[in-house]
């Protein structure tokens, strides 16, 4: 099981403010993630990483921006926040390892941190 | 394409009755992976479990049970006399195993737990 940390766990901000979100996992995992989720409970991937210098944008169209510079480490970044950023944020990473009991396979299962919830006013 | 179907949007129960939670799910993979998470009301996702396509053995921990039928495409929850603090959201997710390993969720169901 990963221990993974997010911070700030409440973020309450104004329009047009420069805000990031932390996300550290001290399992040394190689894949993290960052989802948005909306009072509608819907999970949605808008950032992940294989590793370090390693980013690519998820299946929802993001403004925000992420970097990977060190492996534990995986920060998201919102240049000018906006009423629409407000949501819940989850960071999640995993490791890609063997099934050892069920013969030659692979599997990744992620674990979540405790989330941000953010709020622009 | 793959997807993964929650039917039930919301579930109350009464506090000791028994409760199951649907998941159809669809994949062209022959080898995939399910999950089940639970998101109680402070927000964190836990998991728990993790089954393999190629294992379709049910399995019980506790007051939790899970069956997989690959022939419905189905990996169904069972939680067995319930309890408040089963009260939460939970997720199914399907694993992609294209390289990229992603997840694809499903959209939850929230189960009341009553007492």
């Known amino acids: 099981e990963a221990d993974i940390y997010q911070t700030p766990r409440y973020l309450v901000i104004g329009t047009g403010k420069k805000i990031t979100l932390e996300c550290s996992q001290t399992m040394g995992h190689d894949k993290m993630y960052w989802y948005q989720q909306d009072p509608g409970m819907e999970l949605h991937l808008i950032h992940y990483?294989?590793?370090?210098?390693?980013?690519e944008k998820g299946d929802l169209s993001s403004e925000s921006t992420v970097s990977r510079i060190r492996t534990e480490h995986f920060p998201l970044t919102l240049e000018s926040a906006r009423p629409s950023h407000t949501s819940q944020y989850l960071c999640a990473s995993s490791e890609y390892r063997p099934v050892t009991d069920s013969g030659p396979y692979f599997t990744d299962t992620q674990y979540f941190g405790p989330g941000t919830r953010l709020t622009v006013l | 394409a793959q997807k993964v179907t929650q039917a039930q949007t919301e579930i109350s129960v009464v506090e000791k009755e028994d409760v199951t939670l649907d998941c159809v799910y669809e994949?062209?993979?022959?080898?995939?992976?399910l999950f089940w998470y639970k998101q109680p009301p402070s927000g964190e996702l836990v998991f728990l479990i993790r089954?393999?396509?190629?294992?379709?053995q049910n399995e019980i921990s506790g007051r939790y049970s899970w069956n997989f039928q690959k022939s419905t495409s189905s990996f169904n929850f069972t939680i067995t006399a319930s309890q408040v603090v089963d009260s939460a959201v939970y997720f199914c997710?399907?694993?992609?195993?294209?390289?990229?390993?992603?997840?694809?969720f499903g959209t939850g169901t929230r189960l009341k737990v009553l007492a």
């Open positions: 994949t062209r993979d022959t080898t995939y992976y």
């Open positions: 089954r393999n396509s190629f294992d379709e």
């Open positions: 990483s294989y590793g370090v210098n390693s980013t």
């Open positions: 997710a399907l694993s992609d195993t294209s390289g990229t390993y992603k997840y694809i």
